[in-house]
């Protein structure tokens, strides 16, 4: 089944940390460039962080920049999200997406003041 889940989301205070994880199945994962966006209440869904297939280079939304840090194993078909020094505008429910196909369901980070 060619799919994603994510998992990780969790309720936070302000200044905390969290890590999400996206499982992949049903693709050529190591082939994949893999992405993070995330959509906040009344938003539009926005990217937050993606890692290229092989070379695994990154790049980063400038709201989050040096806060998360994207990461992937292409043995496990995993990738991470970490997130540092969360604030109350990073509450939204965060989505992995496999380049510009297949999003997951998403996981729900919510933090507060």
């Known amino acids: 089944q060619v799919q994603l889940v994510e998992s990780g989301g969790d309720f936070v205070h302000s200044g905390g940390s969290l890590i999400l994880s996206c499982a992949a199945s049903g693709f050529p994962f190591s082939w994949s460039d893999l992405k993070w966006y995330r959509q906040a209440p009344g938003k539009e869904r926005e990217f937050v962080a993606v890692i290229t297939s092989w070379v695994h280079a990154t790049s980063y939304a400038d709201s989050v920049r040096g806060r998360f840090t994207i990461s992937r194993n292409d043995a496990r078909k995993m990738v991470y999200l970490q997130m540092n020094n969360l604030e109350p505008d990073d509450t939204a429910v965060y989505y992995c997406?496999?380049?510009?196909?297949?999003w997951g369901q998403g996981t729900q980070v919510t933090v507060s003041s």
């Open positions: 997406r496999r380049g510009n196909g297949l």
